[in-house]
């Protein structure tokens, strides 16, 4: 692991006693989550995940910087997939980034109030991503704030849906992944996902 990742503290229970959570696969689970707090654009890994819109071309926040440090390229093949749904996911090569591939995902445009279609359609952005990857054979995966940015989808609720689909899918899928980095740009963001990582991503 790169000693830039921020490391999550292993805590123990008070009773000792061997609960679900603290068995073998969820060690291992918790053992593949990361925080990193940055510029996503720097991540030498398989894959990384941008906050798009649905035309895919391009915008300002992470999609922006995405396109900015992967160059022309990116935005040449992103022009061939014709856009892409709220919620669904499609993948590109990284071009000039360090990261083999984006995976391009739209999330819903909250503007500060979030509903039951808000917050599927966020979820959905977090499992068609993770099945995209899981076809590409991708092992290793980072994850920007989606729609918290412009989008204004509040923080908080946004990592429960994203800490949450994320453990639910390594879960269901212990061997097709070795890393999921949940990488915040601001420091609300990072506040909020090591509180919330060190309940849910506890090992004993
Ligand atoms: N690395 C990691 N995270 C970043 C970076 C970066 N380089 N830059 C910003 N963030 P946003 P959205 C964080 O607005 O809300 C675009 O115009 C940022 O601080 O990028 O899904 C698209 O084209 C925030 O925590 O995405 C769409 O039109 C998070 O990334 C629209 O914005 C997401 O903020 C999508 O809005």
Redesign the pocket.
Not at 64 to 93: M, S, V
Not at 117 to 138: F, H, I, Q
């Given at each position: 692991i790169p000693s830039w990742l921020e490391d999550l503290k292993n805590k123990s229970t008070s009773d000792g006693e061997e609960t679900e959570d603290t068995s073998l696969e969820h060690k291992s689970l918790c053992q593949k989550v990361s925080l990193f707090r940055?510029?996503?654009?720097l991540l030498e890994i398989d894959a990384i995940v941008n906050?798009?819109?649905s035309s895919l071309l391009?915008?300002?926040?992470?999609?922006?910087?995405?396109h900015r440090a992967a160059g022309a390229c990116l935005f040449a093949e992103c022009r061939t997939l014709i856009g892409c749904a709220t919620g669904q996911a499609k993948i590109t090569c990284g071009y000039n980034l360090p990261a083999k591939y984006v995976i391009h995902t739209v999330?819903p445009i909250a503007r500060g109030h979030i509903d039951e279609t808000t917050r599927d359609d966020l979820a959905s952005c977090y499992k068609s991503s993770l099945k995209l990857a899981k076809e590409n054979n991708v092992r290793s995966i980072a994850f920007?704030?989606?729609?918290?940015?412009?989008?204004?989808?509040p923080n908080e609720p946004a990592a429960d849906i994203a800490l949450s689909i994320v453990k639910e899918w390594l879960k269901k899928n212990p061997d097709e992944m070795d890393r999921i980095i949940f990488?915040?740009?601001?420091e609300v963001?990072f506040k909020i996902y090591k509180k919330k990582m060190n309940e849910l991503f506890v090992i004993d």
């Amino acid at each position: 692991i790169p000693s830039w990742l921020e490391d999550l503290k292993n805590k123990s229970t008070s009773d000792g006693e061997e609960t679900e959570d603290t068995s073998l696969e969820h060690k291992s689970l918790c053992q593949k989550v990361s925080l990193f707090r940055g510029d996503i654009t720097l991540l030498e890994i398989d894959a990384i995940v941008n906050a798009a819109n649905s035309s895919l071309l391009g915008g300002g926040g992470v999609d922006g910087c995405i396109h900015r440090a992967a160059g022309a390229c990116l935005f040449a093949e992103c022009r061939t997939l014709i856009g892409c749904a709220t919620g669904q996911a499609k993948i590109t090569c990284g071009y000039n980034l360090p990261a083999k591939y984006v995976i391009h995902t739209v999330g819903p445009i909250a503007r500060g109030h979030i509903d039951e279609t808000t917050r599927d359609d966020l979820a959905s952005c977090y499992k068609s991503s993770l099945k995209l990857a899981k076809e590409n054979n991708v092992r290793s995966i980072a994850f920007p704030c989606i729609s918290t940015g412009i989008y204004g989808f509040p923080n908080e609720p946004a990592a429960d849906i994203a800490l949450s689909i994320v453990k639910e899918w390594l879960k269901k899928n212990p061997d097709e992944m070795d890393r999921i980095i949940f990488c915040v740009f601001l420091e609300v963001d990072f506040k909020i996902y090591k509180k919330k990582m060190n309940e849910l991503f506890v090992i004993d």
